[in-house]
Structures are given as structure tokens and as C-alpha cells.
């Protein structure tokens, strides 16, 4: 996690961003269902014309792994996101939720496989720029 830190950094300095978003490349075919007549749609493809997983780009969703902003926007919108919006795209790992007590044990399996130990985790803050405003949850 610690260079995808310093690759957001980058990337919003390179590109001039207000904030950056990290988000995960997915091959999901979404559905929704309109409350009023059950009727089911797709949201991202042609049912007549669904393309093979391997053919397809897929869709960004974002992951909450992390969000980056400037303090000024930060200060002033009081929304980590917003202006010129840079995104981060990360590996298909980081896409995990810490909603319930499956979610836990999923990344404490990951997080050894992946090597995110509370010793190599310990020190991850790098030292940012003063116009970049940094939350950090310490999880481990």
C-alpha cells in the first residue's frame, strides 16, 4: 500500500488534480430492478449483445482505499472529492469491503499473502506537500 500512496501523490502532481479517487478495473455485469413493475434491466451492456469478459475493458468502480485532496478544496468544500478529480487505478486485491466479520478475515488472509504485516504497515505516511490535506486509518 505504501507505493500506492506515492503513486497517488505523483499522479496528482503530474496532472495538476484537486483530488484523487483510487478505484479497481471490475468484469461485473450490473442489474438493477425497477421497484414499480419488477422489471429487470442491464446498467452497463446490451443483453443482445453481451461481450465475452476477455474482450471487454470492464468498469472502474471506485475501492474507498484511499482519497487524496487539497487542502484548500478540502477546506473549502468540505467533500474529499471535487475540482479536477485524478483517479488511481489499483489491483483487484485492494477491492474489499470491512463491513462485517467475513470481510475481517478475508484481508487478514490477504493481508499476509500480500505482505501488509503490522510491522511492514507500521510506517506508511510519506511525507506530503503541505497543499495536500492526508486522512489515514491505522486498521492493523
Known amino acids: 500500500m ?5 503513486k497517488a501523490l505523483e499522479l496528482m502532481t503530474t496532472t ?3 483530488s484523487l479517487v483510487t ?5 461485473r455485469f450490473l442489474w438493477k430492478v425497477d421497484p414499480l413493475n419488477g422489471e429487470a434491466s442491464a446498467i ?17 468502480v471506485e475501492n474507498g482505499a ?23 487505478e ?3 486485491y485492494t477491492f474489499v469491503e470491512l463491513d462485517s466479520l467475513v470481510d475481517w478475515q478475508i484481508v487478514s488472509n490477504m ?3 500480500y505482505g501488509f504485516t503490522k510491522e511492514t504497515s507500521a510506517n506508511i ?9 492526508h486522512h489515514m486509518c491505522n486498521v492493523m
Do not use: I
Not at 478505484?23 to 468484469?27: C, K, N, S, Y
Not at 487542502?71 to 485524478?86: D, I, P, Q
Open 90 to 92: 489499483m489491483e483487484e
Open 2 to 6: 505504501p507505493t500506492h500512496f506515492q
Open 125 to 133: 505516511l510519506c511525507d506530503l506537500p503541505e497543499q495536500f490535506a
Open 16 to 18: 495538476g488534480a484537486d
Open 23 to 27: 478505484a479497481v478495473r471490475t468484469h
Open 111 to 113: 493481508a499476509s499473502k
Open 66 to 88: 484511499f482519497y487524496m485532496s487539497a487542502k484548500a478544496l478540502l477546506e473549502r468544500s468540505k467533500c474529499r472529492l471535487g475540482g479536477r478529480v485524478a483517479l488511481l
Open 44 to 60: 452497463n451492456y446490451e443483453p443482445s449483445r453481451r461481450p465475452r469478459r476477455q474482450d471487454w475493458d470492464g468498469e472502474l
